[in-house]
């Protein structure tokens, strides 16, 4: 399982970056595309739609299941990774390239881990 | 605590994510992931270990009047080493179960049934058994594995004579040797492809799942798991137990009439099945024209009208789109009607569209 260690991760597989600017990405871990299977659909938020972290931002779905995606932050919505949408599969391929949206006027955060702690928390899930 | 099948070693070792299911622990899927193992199984092979399902063995002078009875279709004019597909039906016309019915020969009968109900079935027909006949619980003793794919017949045949292998589509021979182990096989599967199922003793399981495995390698051959067996038999509109079918929905409402024979003798069932014509519902294809994937009851509009639930969904890998089963009157049940699912709270396109999605 790959953790880049310039992410933060939350407890809930998400993985964000955030940029000098007070901006955001958000994405899912390597940890979270493994255990979901091959996906096929994304479901995103739209450009300007208000994030509150803790909540769900949209939703992917494997083959076999849907599961939400939450957001680590507060703020909105700068842009979306419309890529995706045609190509739900590059989340398996490349989980931090793949990155879900970017978020801008960040004004909360989950409570968020290092490389090292979320690291942990997966080898205790499996 | 759920149990193991023979298998369990070989999946762990394959590296497959192991889940409990029907009361066993199974491989969902193997590394390769549901999609690769569902397109292996359309486009070469796939290996499925189905131990988990029950084996039930009916035999005596009274075994055929029984079946008969117990079962919707009709076992009178079968031949020594045919299959035939059934639903087993409650008082009401719903469903105890769909199974299958190997004739061994005059008084010997093996019928398969769901894991899931595999008690409730043996204690239902139990109850209901009348004259000379006796009914066998095998299920623990025996391990089943199915060979699909349009090059299984290829990879069987690396390991046993062409004259051995079972010719026509629900037909089998007993008594097959495949390197050693002994072997019940037949021309039946739940993928829509061309394919076998192998039953053995649980001693040799292994042996016979390692020597598939070894045949088919290079031919593509992918061991695949429950998520695949579950997109292959929705692409190819098969009805699973529990969804298309359950104790309230029956087969005829299913679109099962071939294996309903309402012109033979009274059996369990007849009379509930005749009360529900005309039907008041019909299983139908949903294919997604908007954005999504429709799952298992989610609610289907038409205008604001709720028109019907899905039974199952999911997104089809080779037809490459989402696909659903669901139930709706057969008004609203014309090819090409438009309706919308309600996929947690959004409305997803969908229209009506023929079934099977795939066929070979």
Redesign the interface.
């Known amino acids: 399982m790959n953790t880049p260690e310039h992410l933060r991760y939350t407890k809930s597989h998400e993985w964000v970056l955030f940029a000098g600017d007070g901006t955001a990405k958000v994405g899912l871990t390597d940890h979270a595309q493994e255990a979901l ?2 996906l ?2 994304v ?1 995103l938020p739209e450009v300007g739609d208000a994030l509150t972290c803790g909540e769900t931002l949209g ?1 992917v ?6 599961s939400d995606i939450y957001s680590p932050v507060t703020g909105t919505v700068k842009a979306v990774n419309e890529d995706l ?1 045609d190509a739900p599969e590059s989340i398996n391929a490349d989980p931090y390239g793949a990155w879900l949206v970017e978020v801008e006027g960040i004004t909360g955060q989950e409570e968020l881990l290092d490389a090292a702690a979320y690291q942990a928390l997966c080898a205790q899930e499996d | 605590m759920e149990r193991k099948t023979p298998l369990y070693d070989r999946h762990v070792a394959l590296g497959g994510k192991i889940v409990p299911f029907a009361g066993y622990l199974l491989p969902v899927q193997y590394p390769a992931g549901v999609i690769a193992e569902h397109m292996a199984v359309r486009t070469a092979a796939g290996l499925f270990d189905v131990s988990h399902m029950g084996e039930l063995v009916f035999t005596g002078p009274d075994a055929l009047d029984n079946l008969n009875h117990l079962l919707t279709n009709d076992f009178t004019n079968m031949y020594d080493g045919q299959v035939r597909y059934s639903p087993m039906c409650n008082e009401s016309g719903g469903c105890v179960d769909d199974l299958i019915v190997y004739k061994v020969r005059e008084g010997v009968y093996l019928v398969v049934v769901n894991a899931a109900n595999r008690e409730k079935d043996a204690a239902w027909m139990a109850a209901r058994l009348t004259g000379d006949c006796q009914m066998e619980d095998r299920s623990d003793s025996l391990a089943q594995v199915a060979l699909q794919g349009p090059r299984a017949k290829e990879i069987l045949l690396r390991l046993l004579p062409e004259e051995t292998l079972p010719k026509k589509y629900y037909s089998f021979v007993r008594e097959a040797d495949v390197s050693g182990v002994p072997c019940l096989i037949s021309r039946t599967g739940y993928t829509g492809e061309l394919g076998y199922e192998l039953y053995c003793a649980n001693a040799g399981a292994e042996k016979l799942w390692d020597l598939l495995l070894e045949a088919g390698r290079d031919l593509g051959l992918l061991p695949c798991g429950l998520g695949a067996r579950d997109t292959l038999r929705l692409e190819a509109a098969m009805p699973l137990y529990g969804h298309e079918l359950t104790e309230d929905i029956g087969p005829l409402e299913a679109g099962l009439d071939f294996a309903v024979k309402l012109g033979k003798p009274d059996f369990v069932g007849k009379a509930g099945l005749e009360a529900r014509l005309p039907l008041q519902r019909t299983r139908v294809g949903l294919e997604v024209t908007g954005r999504g994937i429709v799952r298992e009851h989610q609610d289907i509009y038409i205008g604001d009208r709720l028109a019907g639930q899905t039974t199952s969904g999911t997104h089809a890998p080779f037809l490459g789109k989402a696909v659903a089963m669901a139930y709706l009157s057969p008004e609203d049940a014309a090819l090409g009607t438009a309706v919308e699912v309600d996929v947690r709270g959004r409305r997803v396109p969908c229209k009506v569209v023929d079934l099977p999605f795939y066929k070979q």
Request: proline letters at 0%; charged letters at 30%; zero cysteines.
């Open positions: 299977g091959d096929v659909f479901n939703d779905e494997s083959v076999k299941a849907v949408l």
